[in-house]
């Protein structure tokens, strides 16, 4: 009889205590993939219709990052894995074809990775013609309270073909 009281009355406690570890986590605050990547597409998708008129294809960041952001776009771009595996090589097929997103964090929680992730970004951006480069804030509400505000650099590149039109069609 125990077992089965306890059965019954865990589900309706746990239900009760829920939005106080949520309400925990959040003022503590959780690893950016988590915390910002659903805040983090909305400003990403106005600064890239700010860069060119073409499809947002593909995104890239830090491994936290660049599969939560792709999730929660409407667009669902492709998650560039390229700043996780250090491969930069043999991607300026694709950027000049589609474009791409970069985003680095600005926060110095962990310097090296910070640092890394935007000389690689400055890197693939100076092999193009310039797009967009912006830092932008973003932070998370919960039950009306305000997160940690993170920092951001982003980079947009556009597609070749949006930037070089063909001499015909101008």
């Given at each position: 009889i125990?077992?089965?009281?306890?059965a019954v009355a865990l589900p309706f406690v746990m239900?009760?205590?829920?939005p106080a570890i949520a309400f925990g986590l959040h003022r503590v605050g959780l690893p950016a993939g988590s915390t910002h990547s659903s805040v983090?597409?909305?400003?990403?998708?106005?600064?890239?219709?700010?860069?060119?008129?073409?499809?947002?294809?593909?995104?890239?960041?830090?491994?936290?990052?660049t599969d939560g952001v792709a999730f929660y776009s409407a667009k669902h771009?492709?998650?560039?894995?390229?700043?996780?595996?250090?491969?930069?090589?043999?991607?300026d097929d694709g950027i000049a074809r589609d474009g791409i997103v970069l985003l680095c964090p600005l926060q110095p929680r962990d310097m090296l990775r910070r640092d890394w992730c935007i000389e690689s970004a400055n890197t693939?951006?100076?092999?193009?013609?310039?797009?967009?480069?912006?830092?932008i804030t973003v932070t998370r509400r919960y039950l009306g309270v305000e997160g940690k505000p993170a920092r951001y650099l982003v980079i947009t590149i556009p597609p070749?073909?949006?930037?070089?039109?063909?001499?015909w069609r101008i």
């Amino acid at each position: 009889i125990g077992a089965v009281a306890l059965a019954v009355a865990l589900p309706f406690v746990m239900v009760a205590v829920v939005p106080a570890i949520a309400f925990g986590l959040h003022r503590v605050g959780l690893p950016a993939g988590s915390t910002h990547s659903s805040v983090l597409v909305e400003p990403l998708e106005r600064l890239w219709r700010e860069t060119t008129d073409r499809p947002f294809k593909v995104f890239a960041g830090l491994e936290e990052l660049t599969d939560g952001v792709a999730f929660y776009s409407a667009k669902h771009p492709a998650a560039a894995h390229m700043f996780d595996t250090m491969k930069l090589a043999g991607i300026d097929d694709g950027i000049a074809r589609d474009g791409i997103v970069l985003l680095c964090p600005l926060q110095p929680r962990d310097m090296l990775r910070r640092d890394w992730c935007i000389e690689s970004a400055n890197t693939i951006a100076d092999r193009f013609p310039p797009g967009k480069r912006t830092e932008i804030t973003v932070t998370r509400r919960y039950l009306g309270v305000e997160g940690k505000p993170a920092r951001y650099l982003v980079i947009t590149i556009p597609p070749l073909s949006s930037i070089f039109m063909p001499c015909w069609r101008i």
